[in-house]
């Protein structure tokens, strides 16, 4: 018996008064898979992530979630959001009370901190690396250090799945490096089940243990290698992705394997 599956869509179409957005999307991801999005400006991806986590209502098909519909789900602890841009703008509160902040879900708003929930805080702080610096104000960090407090808070209410829009974004090439190797040791050492969006197509390929290609219905599904080998990515982001692509050396698997072969390429 594989991997249970966390995540179930079928069929999701959805559209905006300017258009379809989405169209037929189908895929499963399972737990302890590292799954990277990619597509172009445009090609519904955020969207997707909003479906997924039950702030839109797809006009078309479904999402299951742990096995129960998308709406009558109710453990919404248990998956962690970053959305895009999420830390980059700093405000007043220090890092530990932003942290908390993501343990509300869980333990209520007006309920008192029991010793569980501080050491789940702790536990989340502890792996994003940001304890350290728990007194510090927001404003005071670097853009990489903010994106490890959105993480923290994130993983505040203990999550079994993590979902990213953008992750990298407002972050340097220096602490994108540190960045996606904290993910990916989440995923190896933790089992945590990751899903994230991103335009960087090269950083996606080399990282994840499954790629899914986006330009409104789903273009390609599977992994990495049987996938950054065709035509298709010119044919969905132009002739220059290759070139994105190569620079950065060659692909590895970082994530469980969940059982995904090549997966079908069609040309959108």
């Known amino acids: 018996m594989g991997p249970r599956v966390c995540i179930e869509v079928k069929g999701v179409g959805f559209g905006y008064q300017g258009g379809q957005a989405l169209s037929d999307v189908s895929f499963s991801v399972h737990e302890g898979e590292y799954l990277g999005i990619i597509g172009p400006n445009g ?9 997924v986590l ?3 209502s797809p006009d078309e098909g479904s999402v299951r979630l742990f096995g129960e519909p998308s709406e009558e789900f109710s453990q919404r602890y248990r998956i ?3 959305p895009q841009g ?3 703008e700093p405000f007043p509160a220090s890092v530990s009370e932003v942290v908390w902040s993501g343990r509300f879900p869980r333990m209520g708003l007006l309920a008192r901190r029991s010793p569980e929930d501080r050491e789940a805080v702790g536990r989340a702080m502890e792996a994003a690396g940001v304890h350290e610096i728990s007194r510090r104000l927001l404003g005071q960090l670097s853009g990489g250090e903010r994106q490890r407090v959105s993480i923290a808070r994130a993983l505040a209410s203990g999550p079994e799945v993590l979902i990213l829009d953008e992750p990298s974004v407002g972050v340097d090439i220096g ?3 540190a960045f ?3 993910l990916g ?3 190896r050492d933790q089992g945590m089940t990751i899903l994230f969006v991103s335009h960087d197509v090269g950083v996606v390929a080399r990282e994840v243990g499954t790629l899914l290609c986006l330009n409104k219905r ?3 599904h599977g992994r990495p290698e049987n996938i950054i080998k065709g035509d298709f990515l010119e044919t969905v982001y132009g002739s220059h992705v290759k070139n994105v692509y190569h620079r950065h050396g060659n692909l590895k698997n970082a994530g469980h394997d969940a059982g995904h072969d090549a997966g079908g390429c069609d040309a959108p």
């Open 180 to 182: 996606y190797a904290f």
């Open 54 to 56: 039950g702030l839109l």
């Open 218 to 220: 789903m273009v390609c």
């Open 43 to 51: 090609g519904g991806k955020t969207t997707l992530l909003k479906i």
């Open 175 to 177: 602490a994108q490096e």
């Open 185 to 187: 040791k989440l995923n």
């Open 80 to 82: 962690g959001y970053v």
């Open 86 to 88: 999420h830390g980059a």
